[in-house]
């Protein structure tokens, strides 16, 4: 066995390999959001079988979620494990099928999916194959973890690895359960529940896919590489493990606020209101640990990039989860769902919180991994201020057209009978839809900046230089 | 310091993992479980009927398309909802419902019970382009389904793995589904027809033969169910 202070070679080669597909696969999926909000705003934009909404949309939503954000959650699981554990990973062969497993997966779902091969269950469509593939892929991921946990040199393990095994565990048992399916051809399968108990499983897991892979994860990497841009130890480690357990177990209980005023149990429509409602404590308890770990660096965040991203996307982290709570009450749910509301709440979740917190990620590893500097700062600062304006630009519009929407649905004339037929509310809202595609061009416009940038700082690095490091004590563990 | 007591778990990736799995599965059991018993005691309503094949297919080229991204098919227990679409929906529906298609979205209309609210014909030239219908409307053409012919090869597949799931299909209506939807297929062609539009054989025999088949099929239990249909099940 080594002993304290030798040279460990970590294994970057599988991060680096991330961090590019996951800016590929984010550059594809909100090019094809792009699309689809241009489809909704302008129906000629549609094409045959192959590109219609109805095949673009769950492209979309996978491309991003499970190409995007997982691919820079398994790049910056693989970076700070690694060196919270002082170790290299498990297996480079578990990493390598990691990687190219995934990919794979991802490509065979965009394929699939514009052939029409879905379950239709949101964030859950791909067929049994590609599902039996992803829980294949996922307990590869688990085993290289664990793996590296088992032999780690770091006798504690810091608050980002937390979130990580919660990611890892939830996800795989949300994944199995959710896809038990009967199949009927290589690419037909039916669900193996039915009719209201199929959507209490399917929002079960759809709720808790927010939650272990756009939030905890995410929060592992801002626990992660925050407190390493500003160079001093997380805030509060206490509130790191208040926060943490609780968010995890209230987090699981809250799925049926998708389904208020459907024909499910009322018992569980009311677990998911009072759950959720709970959901805020433990969602600010991170918000504000974050927060509070650039305290005294704040005249940095006005020249750094990084730290604006990722204090614009803690604030919308904070925002989203009050915004969600509320959205969860009967009675304001009784407005916001089924409409552009519930569209805006997730990309302020996503593009606020998610998307800004991953490319902090990217803009802090990529330099480092391939030896170098950040090709431009200043690039870097007109893509946060390219991709603020964007996502202001999409959700702004989406809020006005949520209660637009759901004010128009329930107005009645004096004699009680309906105001507006629907597609009244169609036509009113279209100005909206057209406002959103406007944001989502300038937000897509601020990841070609990122991309030229990376290529740029890729070209004038080298992924071959040296790589040992000394395996130095983690500055991000310890804290008040 | 004041977390020391946190430490067992930190410092052990196991037990610190346990302590996560337990977490979570327990929220799951209490969410999963008692539904699913309680699934037993939803009553189907006495008018619901497993689909027929043709509206079967038509329901999984629904799913095909993702026309659930756009239109919800859950009614909720509000008089603005009722009034607009119909009886709101029940528990005791979606039994033959997999998955369900309840969706999460209304750019269009709700369509629980849309059915037999327009003629097939209605539906046909809706599909071939809806803004002939209603100019504002954004939804996508679907011109190609009316120009794809239906492929029936799996109908008996998807009709026994539905029996072994618990749908009450007999042997001939497995052995018969394909046939069984063309003859659907020709009854739904000749009421087109019947109004004025011209079909081809293709056209005749079309996806969207089957998926105007599976709309017409929505909301008939309540529909057809007097006491649903006041609302007071
Ligand atoms: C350029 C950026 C983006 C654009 C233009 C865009 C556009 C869209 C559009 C048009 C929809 C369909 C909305 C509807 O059905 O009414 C959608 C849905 C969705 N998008 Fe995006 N999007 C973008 C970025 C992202 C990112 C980065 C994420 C996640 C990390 C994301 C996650 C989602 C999700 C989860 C949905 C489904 C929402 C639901 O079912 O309620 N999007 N997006
Ligand atoms: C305390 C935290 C949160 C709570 C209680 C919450 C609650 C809700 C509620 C009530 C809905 C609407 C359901 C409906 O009417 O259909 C919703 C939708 C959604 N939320 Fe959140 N939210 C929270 C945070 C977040 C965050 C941080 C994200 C990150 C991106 C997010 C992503 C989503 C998505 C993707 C949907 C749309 C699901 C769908 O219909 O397909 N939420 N949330």
């Known amino acids: ?101 995934w990919n794979a997966i991802i490509v065979s779902a965009a394929v699939s999916l514009l052939a029409g091969k879905t379950t239709s269950k949101e964030y859950a469509e791909l067929e049994w194959p590609i599902d039996i593939a992803i829980a294949v892929v996922w307990i590869i991921y688990a085993i290289n973890v664990f793996g590296t946990l088992a032999r780690r040199r770091e006798r504690q393990m810091y608050a980002a690895i937390w979130f990580w095994i919660a990611t890892i565990i939830t996800i795989a048992m949300l994944h199995i359960v959710n896809s038990m399916e009967l199949p009927v051809s290589w690419m037909k399968s039916y669900s193996l529940y039915a009719g209201v108990y199929d959507a209490n499983v399917q929002w079960w897991y759809g709720h808790n896919a927010v939650g272990f892979l756009l939030t905890t994860p995410i929060l592992g990497l801002m626990y992660y590489f925050l407190p390493k841009q500003v160079d001093r130890p997380i805030y509060s480690h206490r509130l790191s493990i208040l926060h943490f357990w609780s968010l995890i177990c209230i987090y699981i209980w809250a799925g049926p606020h998708h389904l208020i005023y459907s024909p499910l149990p009322d018992w569980t429509q009311t677990f998911g209101t009072a759950f959720s409602i709970m959901l805020i404590l433990p969602s600010w308890g991170g918000m504000l640990n974050g927060f509070l770990t650039m305290q005294g660096a704040w005249d940095r965040v006005r020249t750094d990039p990084i730290l ?99 004010l128009m649905w329930r107005a009645v004339n004096p004699d009680g009978s309906l105001a507006y037929t629907f597609i009244e509310s169609v036509s009113a809202i279209r100005v909206y839809d057209v406002i959103r595609a406007v944001g989502g061009a300038v937000f897509l416009s601020g990841a070609f900046v990122m991309f030229y940038n990376v290529i740029m700082t890729i070209r004038q690095g080298s992924a071959a230089a040296p790589e040992p490091s000394l395996a130095a004590t983690p500055a991000v563990a310890g804290g008040r | 310091m004041s977390h020391e007591w946190h430490r067992p778990l930190e410092n052990h990736w196991i037990r610190l993992s346990t302590f996560t799995f337990l977490a979570v599965i327990v929220g799951g059991v209490c969410l999963l479980i008692p539904p699913f018993f309680l699934q037993g005691t939803i009553e189907p309503l006495t008018n619901l009927r497993p689909y027929s094949s043709l509206e079967l297919e038509g329901r ?47 750019t269009g209309p709700d369509l629980a019970r849309v059915g037999k609210k327009y003629p097939d014909s209605w539906h046909w030239l809706h599909f071939k382009n809806p803004r002939d219908i209603e100019p504002r409307s954004n939804m996508p053409e679907f011109a190609f389904l009316t120009e ?65 088949a599976y709309l017409q099929s929505l909301g008939h239990a309540v529909r057809e169910d007097d006491v649903a249909m006041t609302g007071t099940r």
């Open chain 1, 308 to 406: 604006k991203m990722f204090a614009v996307g803690l604030t919308f982290y904070g925002m989203s989860t009050f915004e969600g709570p509320m959205m969860a009450i009967k009675t304001v749910n009784s407005l916001s769902h089924f409409t552009n509301w519930t569209i805006g709440h997730v990309h302020s979740g996503a593009l606020g919180w998610v998307a800004l917190t991953c490319f902090a990620t990217l803009y802090y590893m990529i330099p480092r991994l391939w030896h170098t500097q950040l090709y431009s700062v200043r690039l870097a600062n007109t893509h946060f201020w390219i991709a603020t304006l964007g996502l202001l630009l999409y959700v702004t519009p989406m809020w006005i057209s949520g209660v637009t929407q759901g």
């Open chain 2, 60 to 106: 999984d080229i629904y799913i095909r398309e993702g026309c659930n991204t756009c239109h919800s098919q859950q009614v909720r227990p509000f008089k603005t909802e009722t009034d607009r679409y119909g009886p709101f929906s029940l528990a005791g529906e979606g039994i033959y419902d997999r998955p369900f298609l309840w969706g999460s979205r209304r």
């Open chain 1, 1 to 101: 066995m080594s002993s304290e202070g030798e040279v460990v070679q970590y294994d970057m080669q599988v991060v680096r390999g991330f961090a590019i597909s996951a800016l590929v696969w984010g550059i594809v999926g909100m090019t094809v959001g792009l699309l689809a909000a241009i489809q909704l705003a302008w129906p000629e934009a549609n094409a045959g079988p192959w590109l219609h909404f109805g095949r673009i949309r769950p492209l979309h939503t996978n491309a991003v979620i499970f190409g995007f954000t997982l691919g820079v959650v398994f790049a910056g699981s693989y970076y700070g494990i690694q060196r919270l554990c002082r170790v290299r990973m498990f297996s480079d062969t578990l990493s390598r099928l990691n990687l190219w497993g």
């Open chain 2, 148 to 212: 794809t012919v239906l492929d029936t090869s799996l109908s008996s597949a998807k009709l026994s793995a539905l029996r072994m799931l618990g749908h009450p299909y007999t042997d001939d209506e497995i052995r018969n589904a394909p046939g069984d939807a063309e003859r659907a297929a020709g009854g739904i062609a000749a009421s087109i027809r019947g109004a004025g539009i011209v079909l081809d054989a293709t056209e005749a025999r079309s996806e969207a033969v089957a998926v105007i």
